[in-house]
């Protein structure tokens, strides 16, 4: 079984920037895809961004594409998620995820293992 650890977040001005980091461990070969989402209070989580771990191949939502990065390590087990010029409306608690599908990548239902979540607040 998978286990998934964000870090990274915190408090950042807006315009500013922040990495995103997601250790995995355990059982990820079973894991074909990976993703970000972000939850802020009294929104449903939304995705962000993913990559499909063997290729590489990514996927942005449109509010982030320019500005977030994702990348992966795959000798670390580790995917990261560059974040720059951030904006007020980015302040959000950030997971991630993994999942064994490829096309409900977009859904958060179908990622079997989330990690805690990390906090990132972009303030004015």
């Known amino acids: 079984q998978v286990q998934l650890v964000e870090s990274g977040g915190g408090l950042v001005q807006a315009g500013g920037s922040l990495r995103l980091s997601c250790a995995a461990s355990?059982?990820?070969?079973?894991?074909?895809?990976m993703g970000w989402f972000r939850q802020a209070p009294g929104k449903e989580r939304e995705f962000v961004a993913g990559?499909?771990?063997?290729?590489?191949?990514?996927d942005y939502a449109d509010s982030v594409k320019g500005r977030f990065t994702i990348s992966r390590d795959n000798a670390k087990n580790t995917m990261y998620l560059q974040m720059n010029s951030l904006k007020l409306e980015d302040s959000a608690v950030y997971y991630c995820?993994?999942?064994?599908?490829?096309?409900?990548?977009?859904?958060?239902?179908?990622?079997?293992?989330w990690g805690q979540g990390t906090q990132v607040t972009v303030s004015s």
């Open positions: 995820g993994a999942n064994p599908t490829f096309l409900l990548r977009f859904i958060p239902s179908a990622y079997r293992n």
């Open positions: 355990g059982g990820t070969v079973s894991v074909h895809f």
């Open positions: 990559i499909t771990w063997s290729s590489g191949s990514t």
